[in-house]
């Protein structure tokens, strides 16, 4: 079992936001990018959910909780939520 539990869950943080703030995610398909989003904020959430079980480094772990909820919160507005009269981004 990997250890350094937060550590993990920064790190996909840190690729998403590489992802974002670099715009390579609108240059991708609306699909893969939506799948991508989902597997790190979900991955994270995990990671953070179980270093919070395990009592490592509380804090920290529950910051890397709040932002894997933004990163869920922002994939559902983002590419499944429908706007002004367009469909979702994942159904374009």
Do not use: D, H, W
Request: glycine share 8%.
């Amino acid at each position: 079992m990997v250890r350094n539990l937060p550590q993990l869950g920064i790190g996909l943080q840190v690729v998403f936001f590489i992802l974002f703030f670099g715009t390579l995610l609108p240059k991708m398909n609306n699909m893969v990018a939506a799948f991508i989003c989902l597997i790190i904020g979900l991955s994270s959430l995990t990671a953070g959910i179980c270093s919070v079980k395990k009592q490592e480094n509380s804090i920290l772990s529950i910051a890397v909780i709040i932002i894997a909820l933004l990163i869920l919160g922002f994939t559902i507005f983002a590419y499944f939520m429908g706007e002004a009269g367009y469909p979702p981004l994942i159904m374009q």
